[in-house]
């Protein structure tokens, strides 16, 4: 079992950055591929890039190339959302999920890949 804890979220303006950490329980952290999606209002939860359990690989949805970096410290037990040139169009609830994957390469991009979730965090970009 994980429980994930997002935190960071809050109203900033377009072209702010803002990061988003996630900590997650337990001790096999390391084990576990990392995703965060997004979900604005009346949309469907969309893939916002992910990092493997080694922190290795990442990957990101194409309207945030560029401008998001993820990161984890296996350490902390924590993985990390850095978003800058932040857009409106980036106002969203921010959920990180996990799915045990132990030396994978692959990063899953569909919702339903993902074993835990978060609560998420609301992210508010004004123009």
């Known amino acids: 079992q994980v429980q994930l804890v997002e935190s960071g979220g809050g109203l900033v303006q377009a072209g702010d950055s803002l990061r988003l950490s996630c900590a997650a329980s337990g001790r096999t952290f390391s084990a576990y591929v990392m995703t965060w999606f997004r979900q604005a209002p009346g949309k469907d939860r969309d893939f916002v890039g992910g990092?493997?359990?080694?922190?290795?690989?990442?990957d990101y949805a194409n309207s945030v190339k560029g401008r998001f970096t993820i990161s984890r410290d296996n350490a902390k037990n924590t993985v990390y959302l850095q978003m800058s040139s932040l857009k409106p169009e980036d106002t969203a609830v921010y959920y990180c999920?996990?799915?045990?994957?132990?030396?994978?390469?692959?990063?899953?991009?569909?919702?339903?890949?993902?074993?835990?979730w978060g609560r998420g965090t609301l992210v508010t970009v004004s123009s």
């Open positions: 999920a996990a799915r045990f994957s132990p030396g994978g390469v692959v990063i899953f991009d569909r919702p339903e890949h993902m074993t835990y």
């Open positions: 990092i493997t359990s080694s922190g290795s690989t990442t």
